[in-house]
């Protein structure tokens, strides 16, 4: 079993800056992939950045590339998504997500096995 926690969202204008974060707990050496979804209201949830750990490849959705930035301490088993320039369109919930299953970071949420409570995100323009 695997427990996540994420946190850090929060009330912004556009054009700021927050960083969410995911602290994995468990069977931490188990996880293939981590990373971030998001989902508004009445759409599928959306996949934003993964990190894979078996060789730190990262994979970002095109909204966000080069605004948002995934990382990984892997020593305090947390995941980091540095989001920059935020833009109203960037107003979701965020959830942290893990796999451990499948040797690779898979572009389907239904795919990820643990997902933290999710934390919000709000951009006012």
């Known amino acids: 079993q695997v427990q996540l926690l994420d946190t850090g969202g929060g009330s912004v204008t556009a054009g700021e800056s927050l960083r969410l974060s995911c602290v994995a707990s468990g069977r931490i050496d188990s996880i293939a992939c981590m990373g971030w979804f998001r989902q508004g209201s009445g759409k599928e949830r959306e996949r934003v950045a993964t990190i894979y750990f078996g060789g730190d490849g990262r994979y970002y959705a095109d909204s966000v590339k080069g605004r948002f930035t995934i990382s990984r301490d892997a020593a305090m088993s947390t995941v980091y998504l540095q989001m920059n320039s935020l833009k109203p369109e960037d107003d979701d919930m965020y959830y942290c997500?893990?796999?451990?299953?499948?040797?690779?970071?898979?572009?389907?949420?239904?795919?990820?096995?643990?997902w933290g409570q999710g934390t919000q995100v709000t951009v006012s323009s």
């Open positions: 997500a893990a796999n451990t299953f499948v040797g690779y970071c898979p572009p389907r949420s239904s795919t990820y096995n643990y």
